[in-house]
């Protein structure tokens, strides 16, 4: 494989690790919003932005984390077939569904964009009686998107190396 390739997918490898150790670690402000739930519930008067604010953490707990995982090949695959196939023919059967993952986040991030632009446009806010600004989330989860998309071109690249008989 050219230098430039093995180059972004070293680059690529990295800073999905890196952004993926920082989202793991927000379960534990998770598990901090939620705490404080609790208590406020039970002692003082309930905090109304504890719900919405445990959703946006869960979100970008999951949307910073999916290429990492994805990376590290711990996301859900149907093995009915596929674990009897021999490495050569997982790399040709990955390569080419790897495609339909790249085409389907394409999509995702075009719409996240849009999404995100009315945001930012309009000043979209929730509809609850926090009613926080929705941009900043969907700013996260764009930026998860197009993460993903980079790592689903990585290992299509890993792939047809991998076809070629090079491992990067």
């Not at 008067?45 to 990492?68: D, K, R, S």
Request: charged share 15%; with cysteine.
């Amino acid at each position: 494989m050219p230098d430039m390739i093995r180059r972004y997918v070293r680059a690529v490898d990295a800073v999905n690790a890196a952004i993926g150790r920082f989202a793991m670690l927000l379960i534990f402000a998770l598990m901090g919003i939620l705490l404080w739930s609790s208590i406020s519930k039970a002692f003082f008067m309930p905090a109304n932005w504890t719900l919405e604010m445990a959703q946006f953490t869960m979100v970008a707990y999951y949307i910073l984390g999916g290429p990492w995982s994805l990376q590290a090949g711990e996301h859900v695959r149907m093995d009915l077939l596929y674990g009897a196939l021999s490495d050569r023919a997982k790399a040709w059967m990955d390569s080419f569904t790897v495609l339909f993952l790249i085409a389907y986040l394409a999509l995702l991030f075009y719409g996240g964009l849009s999404s995100t632009a009315y945001a930012l446009k309009y000043g979209e806010r929730s509809y609850s009686s926090w009613a926080p600004y929705m941009a900043p989330i969907k700013i996260v989860a764009c930026i998860g998107i197009f993460l993903m998309l980079l790592q689903a071109f990585a290992l299509l690249f890993k792939d047809v190396a991998k076809l070629r008989g090079e491992e990067l």
